[in-house]
C-alpha cells in the first residue's frame, strides 16, 4: 500500500489544526520535536487504498527564522521528509494569508494551497476563481471549509486522482527583486550557486540574506568558498529595511493574485454594533472582562459537576477496594498507598481534566466565533508592556478562579516563548482557594489590621510581576523582540460544534495523560515521606525531616509545622489548612491532603495563636501566597510548555521566591510587633 507524508503549513488560524483533526479524528500523536519545546502533532488516515501520514506543522505567518516554530518548519521542509507540502490559507483574508506562500516561492518541493473557509468568503460577498488562481500559481488549488467534512470531496478527489503538487516557481520575485534591490541583487547572484542550496533556490536564499536571516548566511557559509562568502557580507553590508524591500515584492504579488482573481462585492462589510463596543478604547477593555468572567462562570458550570461526580466516583472506588483489600488480608500500608495516595492523585488527575474540559470548551467557542481576536486586539497595547500579547489577559483573569484554567487557556497564544512566560507570570495571580487560607491566618492574627496585610500583598504581586519578567525574559525572548500585535481582525462565524468537541476531547485525553504520570509520582514521595503505621504524625519521616530543617526553616520565618503547611500547598492550597490541622493536633497528615482541608476553624485558630507568634504568620501568608499553585496547575505547564525544564524551572523559582519573600517579611514583622 501506497504511503505519503503530507506537511500541512500555514499562518496561526488558517484552519490547519482543524483540517488535520478533521482528516485524522483520535489516530495522533503528540510529541515533542527532537531538541525543541514546541508541540509536533502528527496523524494518519487512509483513503482509497494509500496511507497518508500527516504531520501539522507549527503555525507561522512566515519561513523566516524569527521563533522556535518558524525554526522547526523551515528545519523540517528543508529535510525533504513531506512528499507534499499543504499551505493553508484563508479565503476570507487571502491578502494575509497568502503571505505563507508567497514566502514558500521558489522552494523545490511540491506544493498544493488549500483555500479554507469558502463558507465565510462567500458570505463576506467574495467569490474565488480557484481555477483561475490555479493557473496564475501553477500549483494544485483546493477549496475547502475545514470545519465541515463534508465539505472535503474536492481534497479528496485531488488525492484519488494526483495527490503531487507542483513547484511553486519564484520567477516573478526573480524579477522583482532585481528591480527593488537592483546592482545588488545582481552581485550577489554571481556568488549563490545557480541551482541553489539544498532545496532552496537562489533566489529565495538571496530574498533570506536581505531579510538579515541569520540561519541562511550560517547555510551559505557552509556552501561557498570563504572568500565569496566575504564578498557576499560586503555587499549585504549598509543593506537597510531588507524585509520591508521583500515584503513590498512579495505583497505586490499578491494584490496581483487577488485583483486577477478575486472579486468583492461594494459594500458587504457592515460591522455591527457589538462589534464596534468590542473593540473600542473606551468599552472593548470592559466588555472583554465581562465576557472572559461569564465564559469562566459557564466553563465552571460544565466543570464543577463533572469534578463533584469524580469525587463521588473515586470516593466510591477508594472505600470499595479499602473493603476488598481488607478481605483478603493486604497491609494496611498498602492500603493507604493505593486508597491514599494513587487514588486521590487520579482523583486530582480526573478532576483537573474535568476543568480542562469546561475552560476548553467555552473559550475554544469564543476563538471558533471569531471573539477572542478582539480580546487580543484591545489588550494589545497593555500586555506588550509585560512583554506579552494581547491574548494574554485571558490567562490571567482565568487565574483569579483557578490558575489551571489560566495555565491551559494560554495555548490560544502562538508563540511559545510567550507562552511560556505568560504561564510563568499567571502563577503569581491568587486563585480562589487561596484566599480561603489567607483570609483564616490574617483574621486570626492579625483581625482588623488583616485589610493592610491583604493590600501589601497585592502590592507585593505586582513587583513580583515586573521581577520575574524581567528574570525570564532573558531565556525566552533573545534580543529586541516586538511585542505588539499585527492582526487583521477575523469575521464573525458560526461556530463548527462537532469540530470543536472533537478538538476538546482530544486536548482533554492528551491533559490526562501527563497529568496522571506527574500528579501520581509527587502523591506517592509525600505518601512516603507522610505516612506512619500509627497515624502520630512524630513517627513519620516528615517529621523527623521538620525537626531536622527547623533551624533553616526558621531563618524564613517558619516553624517546621507551618514549613510542612507550605510544603502541602504546592499540593493544593486548600491543603495547607488541613495539614495544619493536623500537625497542631498530633494527628495524621495525609488524611489532610485527601479531604482537601476540610477542618474546624475556630479550633485551629486557637491552637496556632497559642504558638504562633505574628511575625511568623505573616511570613507564611506571604510564603504561602506566592507559593506554586498547585500540584495540577504544575501538570498543565507540563502540558502546555512541553518542557520539563522550564516546568521545574517555574517550579523552583516560585517556591525559592516565596521563601526569600517569606524571609524578609518576617524581619520586617519582628520590627512591627
Not at 519561513?63 to 525533504?80: F, H, K, M, P, W
Not at 560586503?234 to 487577488?258: A, H, P, V, Y
Not at 492528551?510 to 509525600?526: G, P
Not at 498547585?630 to 502546555?640: F, G, N, P, V, W
Request: aromatic share 12%.
Amino acid at each position: 500500500m501506497e504511503n505519503i507524508k503530507i506537511a500541512l503549513l500555514g499562518q496561526p488560524n488558517s484552519g490547519k489544526s482543524t483540517l488535520f483533526n478533521g482528516l485524522t479524528g483520535s489516530n495522533q500523536r503528540v510529541g515533542n520535536w527532537p531538541g525543541k519545546t514546541v508541540e509536533k502533532i502528527e496523524g494518519k488516515f487512509s483513503y482509497k487504498g494509500t496511507d497518508y501520514n500527516i504531520v501539522d506543522l507549527p503555525g507561522a505567518y512566515g519561513l523566516s527564522a524569527n521563533s522556535d516554530e518558524e525554526v522547526i518548519t523551515r528545519e523540517y521542509i528543508a529535510s525533504g521528509e513531506a512528499d507534499l507540502i499543504a499551505v493553508m490559507a484563508d479565503a476570507s483574508q487571502l491578502n494575509r494569508s497568502l503571505f505563507m506562500l508567497s514566502d514558500y516561492a521558489g522552494i523545490d518541493i511540491p506544493v498544493v494551497l488549500i483555500v479554507n473557509m469558502m463558507d465565510i468568503a462567500e458570505s463576506q460577498g467574495k467569490t474565488i476563481d480557484i481555477k483561475g488562481l490555479q493557473n496564475s500559481l501553477n500549483i494544485p488549488v483546493i477549496p475547502i471549509v475545514a470545519a465541515d467534512k463534508k465539505e472535503y470531496k474536492a481534497l479528496y478527489d485531488f488525492l484519488e486522482n494526483t495527490n503531487k503538487g507542483n513547484i511553486l516557481p519564484d520567477k516573478h520575485f526573480e524579477e522583482s527583486y532585481k528591480n527593488v534591490i537592483g546592482e545588488k541583487y545582481r552581485l550577489l547572484k554571481k556568488y549563490i550557486p545557480e541551482a541553489g542550496i539544498g532545496v532552496f533556490s537562489n533566489t529565495w536564499i538571496i530574498g533570506k540574506l536581505v531579510e538579515k536571516d541569520v540561519r541562511v548566511s550560517d547555510l551559505v557559509k557552509e556552501n561557498v568558498e570563504e572568500d565569496d562568502f566575504k564578498e557576499i557580507q560586503s555587499i549585504l553590508n549598509g543593506m537597510e529595511n531588507g524585509n520591508l524591500l521583500t515584503g513590498n515584492c512579495k505583497f505586490d504579488w499578491i494584490d496581483r493574485l487577488i485583483n486577477e482573481n478575486v472579486c468583492q462585492k461594494k459594500d458587504i462589510f457592515k460591522r455591527s454594533r457589538f462589534d464596534r463596543i468590542a473593540t473600542s478604547k473606551r468599552w472593548g477593555k470592559p466588555v472583554a472582562v465581562g465576557i472572559i468572567i461569564l465564559g469562566f462562570i459557564a466553563s465552571l458550570i460544565i466543570g464543577f459537576p463533572l469534578m463533584a461526580l469524580v469525587m463521588l466516583v473515586m470516593s466510591k472506588v477508594s472505600l470499595l477496594l479499602t473493603k476488598l483489600f481488607i478481605s483478603v488480608g493486604v497491609s494496611k500500608w498498602l492500603i493507604s498507598l493505593v486508597c491514599g495516595a494513587v487514588v486521590t492523585a487520579i482523583t486530582f488527575a480526573f478532576q483537573m481534566a474535568s476543568y480542562v474540559l469546561g475552560i476548553s470548551l467555552v473559550f475554544g467557542f469564543l476563538e471558533d466565533v471569531g471573539y477572542m481576536a478582539r480580546v487580543s486586539y484591545v489588550f494589545d497595547h497593555a500586555m506588550s508592556r509585560l512583554g506579552l500579547q494581547g491574548k494574554a489577559i485571558m490567562p490571567f483573569l482565568l487565574s483569579f478562579g483557578c490558575n489551571i484554567g489560566g495555565v491551559t487557556g494560554t495555548r490560544i497564544i502562538d508563540s511559545w516563548g510567550q507562552r511560556v512566560m505568560t504561564i510563568a507570570l499567571s502563577w503569581v495571580v491568587p486563585c480562589g482557594s487561596t484566599w480561603g487560607v489567607v483570609a483564616l491566618i490574617t483574621g486570626t492574627f492579625f483581625g482588623k489590621q488583616a485589610i493592610f496585610v491583604i493590600l501589601s500583598l497585592f502590592a507585593a504581586a505586582f513587583l513580583h510581576l515586573f521581577i520575574t519578567y524581567k528574570i525570564f525574559k532573558k531565556s525566552l525572548y533573545k534580543g529586541t523582540e516586538n511585542f505588539g500585535m499585527i492582526m487583521e481582525l477575523p469575521p464573525y462565524h458560526k461556530p463548527h460544534w462537532k469540530n470543536l468537541f472533537s478538538s476538546v476531547l482530544n486536548r482533554m485525553g492528551n491533559v490526562l495523560k501527563r497529568a496522571l504520570s506527574i500528579i501520581i509520582i509527587i502523591s506517592i514521595i509525600f505518601w512516603i515521606l507522610s505516612y506512619t503505621p500509627d497515624g502520630n504524625i512524630e513517627n513519620s519521616i516528615i517529621y523527623k525531616i521538620g525537626m531536622f530543617i527547623e533551624p533553616v526553616t526558621k531563618v524564613f520565618g517558619l516553624p517546621w509545622e507551618l514549613f510542612m503547611a507550605f510544603v502541602a500547598s504546592a499540593m493544593g492550597k486548600e491543603s495547607a489548612l488541613g495539614v495544619m490541622a493536623s500537625l497542631f493536633n498530633s494527628t495524621g497528615i495525609w488524611s489532610a491532603v485527601e479531604t482537601g482541608g476540610a477542618i474546624d476553624g475556630a479550633v485551629l485558630s486557637n491552637n496556632m495563636l497559642s504558638v504562633i507568634s505574628k511575625p511568623e504568620a505573616l511570613a507564611f501568608t506571604f510564603a504561602f501566597f506566592f507559593n506554586m499553585p498547585c500540584l495540577m496547575a504544575l501538570a498543565a505547564t507540563a502540558q502546555e510548555t512541553h518542557s520539563k525544564k522550564w516546568t521545574i524551572r517555574i517550579a523552583l523559582y516560585y517556591i525559592l521566591s516565596a521563601l526569600i519573600i517569606s524571609a524578609v517579611v518576617y524581619h520586617i514583622g519582628l520590627l512591627i510587633f
